[in-house]
């Protein structure tokens, strides 16, 4: 009897709770959207997290993107498990009265829950350092080459050898970017400042603020920075429409100087790859230096890229003649262009769409955007994993050597609900790129279509 009344006593209890709840419906909740004014919801509880938008580790992209929506699937993608603490402090006091969760949804959480209840988030076996321990080689073996070497073929192989070298260096930029590859979080910082600033002179800051936009937005024609390569290359038909960029704020014309790029951007498109480092020599001075935007850690990063700028043009100096130091610098940008290409290869050819992300649709906008590329396993050290690209979007926080592991439960999933998942060899994704290029240079040629007048500013300040 006693059970019975104190039972319940609880149920009233829960129901009083229940009714205490403040609601809003999902409608108010995107009216939160803007600089000043942003709020998201995650499992049903509504945060403000206005204040919280310039301090977030991941930049406020992200926060700006997404603001006004449900972001359950994307704060579980990005977040592990502790950060969750964190958000009461966000509370409004609010939950969302019409929340559901998709089976799709459902089905993704359950699967990172599986990962992490098998610690898969924790085990990195070591890749690091590995991988640290290889680029230390490569790089002795190019300043040995460059130094005390006396043949063009020594020089040539040590050029082609540096590029190898910022392809795994940069991986390692990468997965330090995504979660902590080290054992505490300086070193991890440590290890990101290393393997891009110093060795690939690339700003780490750069990197995290285009590539967390890139996760979020993932194939995006408006809020990618990764498919918004105007007046080079574009891989829709839309671009001709003058898109504005919400990353970078500005427009995108497509003008008569864009129209004669882009008619040939089939043609162009393995030459601008094996110059494309220029470009993000560019973006990360342009970044680091701006006064108009908060870089993180700004003078790390730049006693970073100095260290490049030092070490780099003095190596190259030290080759006998002019032509060899050509030779040199073009060996190793049109190795390392093969990474450049991969990333391309990656999403060039996958669905695009106009407009902002979705919080509450992670997973289906992940397999649409997204083409994985088939290797053997021998050769994951080359591709950084990375060639497991829809693995990787839909779980970042997931250490490379778990990708190739995840697949089929991945491909499961994707089957389940009829989605598609698309894995290609590299020639076959090369393919479908360049054809996806060749479609858009030829509409871009019918002169039915007037161009807008020529803005050779756009052409000068290229992004991405």
Request: proline fraction near 3%; aromatic fraction near 14%.
């Amino acid at each position: 009897m006693e059970g019975e009344i104190e039972k319940k006593s609880q149920q009233e209890q829960e129901q009083e709770q229940k009714q205490k709840k403040q609601y809003i419906t999902q409608e108010e909740l995107s009216l939160h959207n803007k600089a000043g004014d942003l709020w998201i919801s995650i499992q049903g509880k509504v945060y403000n997290v206005t204040d919280w938008a310039k301090d977030h580790p991941g930049g406020d992209v992200p926060i700006l993107s997404l603001a006004g929506q449900d972001v359950t699937d994307a704060f579980i993608a990005y977040h592990p498990g502790t950060a969750w603490s964190y958000l009461d402090k966000f509370f409004t006091g609010y939950h969302l009265k019409d929340f559901e969760v998709s089976e799709v949804s459902r089905d993704y959480r359950n699967l990172a829950s599986l990962f992490s209840k098998h610690g898969l988030f924790d085990n990195k076996q070591h890749v690091t350092s590995f991988t640290f321990l290889s680029v230390s080689l490569m790089f002795l073996l190019v300043v040995y080459g460059v130094l005390w070497c006396d043949s063009v073929w020594a020089h040539l192989g040590s050029g082609m050898l540096l590029g190898l070298l910022w392809m795994q260096s940069a991986y390692v930029g990468h997965d330090s970017g995504h979660y902590v590859v080290m054992t505490n979080k300086g070193f991890n910082k440590l290890a990101q400042i290393v393997s891009g600033n110093c060795l690939t002179g690339i700003s780490i800051a750069w990197w995290k603020w285009t590539h967390n936009a890139h996760h979020i937005a993932c194939n995006s024609l408006d809020h990618d920075p990764d498919l918004q390569h105007m007046p080079v290359f574009a891989v829709s038909s839309r671009f001709f429409n003058t898109i504005t960029s919400r990353f970078y704020g500005r427009e995108l014309k497509f003008d008569s100087f864009a129209r004669f790029l882009i008619s040939y951007q089939h043609w162009t498109f393995y030459p601008v790859m094996c110059i494309a480092r220029l470009n993000l020599y560019v973006q990360t001075f342009l970044l680091l230096f701006s006064t108009k935007r908060r870089v993180p850690d700004r003078a790390l990063n730049i006693i970073g890229i100095l260290v490049f700028w030092t070490w780099f043009p003095l190596l190259v100096s030290c080759l006998p003649n002019c032509g060899e130091r050509i030779m040199f610098v073009l060996a190793s940008f049109v190795v390392c262009s093969i990474q450049h290409i991969q990333f391309c290869l990656n999403h060039f050819a996958a669905n695009v769409y106009v407009g902002k992300p979705s919080g509450n649709d992670w997973f289906e906008k992940q397999t649409s955007g997204t083409l994985d590329i088939s290797c053997a396993t021998w050769m994951d050290w080359f591709f950084g994993g990375l060639q497991f690209q829809l693995e990787h979007h839909l779980f970042p926080r997931l250490p490379r050597c778990q990708l190739r592991r995840i697949s089929p439960l991945v491909q499961d999933l994707c089957k389940k609900h009829n989605l598609p998942y698309r894995s290609l060899s590299f020639w076959e994704a090369n393919q479908w790129t360049i054809r996806t290029l060749r479609k858009a240079a030829l509409q871009a040629r019918d002169l039915t279509n007037p161009a807008p007048q020529n803005l050779l500013w756009e052409a000068v300040n290229t992004h991405g």
